[in-house]
């Protein structure tokens, strides 16, 4: 699937709280990779909803979305 | 005689575990203290948190870059969360993370005592029930909650025995032992536990099993520390098992009060 190129090819993201640019039409596993995150000890929530691993490869980063990536930490 | 000749292993839901402990992961001063420590209590379960990554990596890489979850089941809580939908979220993401539906469920209801909202926990875990997840359900010493907690489904009832991080010990052990009695599954006292003596308090008190962290890692000698752990959950159990003398406010002599020389 093509998508459309805004002048700058830039989108914005909530990433963990944070405001981040980032290139259009990444994938979520071009994302971790640009990361430097091991998919396997990575959890990717996309606007509330959790994204299953085999999905990573097809989900394209979208305009405004909110992510959270997460992992287990030390814990009580 | 060792513990395991007189006791059988701990089931919760599918599982059977030889420790009675289990033991939390937060807290350590570093990553190896902790593993040692993990190792040193001879538990078989072990709770993690969920938490954002990082990306600045200006603190410790994830849990499982340091802890195999093939050597120990990790029980992902739900700490930090005041509210049935939070907990359910982080409950979700702990899943996610592809280990298993094991959780431990934890729903704080006040910022000081951190003491957990029952309402909201109960509310929680009939939700996570239905979406088949395996909960061990955190909450006060109130047996009604601890029996609606079992009504909806837990696997496992934790009642506290005194706050989280106090080290206080059991504050409440009538209580304690009125929901073991009571309960089917599990009773898991989680919480509040400081020193050996008390995790063997708590074992007395005839429940299943203890759920520790904060004495452990806040020890000086946190290695050393769930060593005696290990050693008083068991030592608490085979008390608890072998059913104690009654106490009484007189003294009676050990040796024969006949024979005595002239």
């Known amino acids: 699937m093509t998508t459309d ?6 989108i914005t993201v909530q990433l963990n709280g944070k405001a981040r640019a980032l290139p259009e039409g990444l994938t ?49 | 005689m060792s513990a395991e000749t007189i006791d059988g292993p701990l089931r919760i839901a599918d599982r059977e575990f030889t420790s009675r402990l289990i033991v939390g992961t937060g807290k350590y001063e570093d990553n190896e203290t902790m593993v040692k420590a993990v190792r040193a209590s001879g538990t078989e379960m072990v709770t993690v948190a969920v938490r954002r990554i990082d990306l600045d990596r200006t603190r410790e890489e994830g849990i499982l870059y340091h802890l195999d979850p093939e050597e120990f089941l990790l029980l992902p809580n739900t700490a930090g969360c005041y509210t049935a939908e939070d907990a359910i979220r982080y409950a979700r993401l702990g899943r996610a993370a592809g280990f298993s539906e094991w959780l431990k469920l934890e729903i704080i209801g006040d910022e000081t005592t951190l003491l957990p909202d029952t309402h909201a926990t109960i509310e929680a875990a009939r939700t996570l029930v239905d979406e088949g997840f395996k909960v061990m359900a955190y909450t006060t010493d109130d047996l009604i909650t601890a029996l609606r907690l079992e009504d909806v489904g837990c696997v496992a009832v934790m009642p506290l025995a005194s706050p989280i991080g106090s080290g206080l010990g059991v504050v409440n052990p009538y209580y304690i032992r009125e929901i073991k009695r009571r309960l089917s599954v599990p009773v898991i006292v989680d919480a509040g536990v400081g020193t050996a003596s008390d995790a063997c308090v708590t074992m007395e008190q005839g429940v299943d099993g203890v759920l520790m962290n904060t004495a452990i890692a806040a020890a000086e000698d946190p290695v050393s520390m769930a060593t005696a752990m290990r050693q008083a959950v068991e030592a608490g159990r085979l008390a608890f098992l072998s059913g104690r003398m009654p106490a009484r406010e007189i003294a009676v002599p050990s040796s024969p009060v006949r024979g005595m020389l002239e």
């Open chain 1, 28 to 76: 979520v596993t071009e994302l971790l990779e640009s990361l430097e995150l091991n998919p396997q000890l990575v959890v990717v929530e996309r606007n509330r909803e959790i994204l299953d691993r085999s999905e990573y490869a097809q989900t394209r980063v979208e305009d405004e979305d909110v992510l959270e990536l997460v992992h287990f930490v030390g814990g009580g």
């Open chain 1, 5 to 10: 190129r805004t002048e700058t090819g830039e």
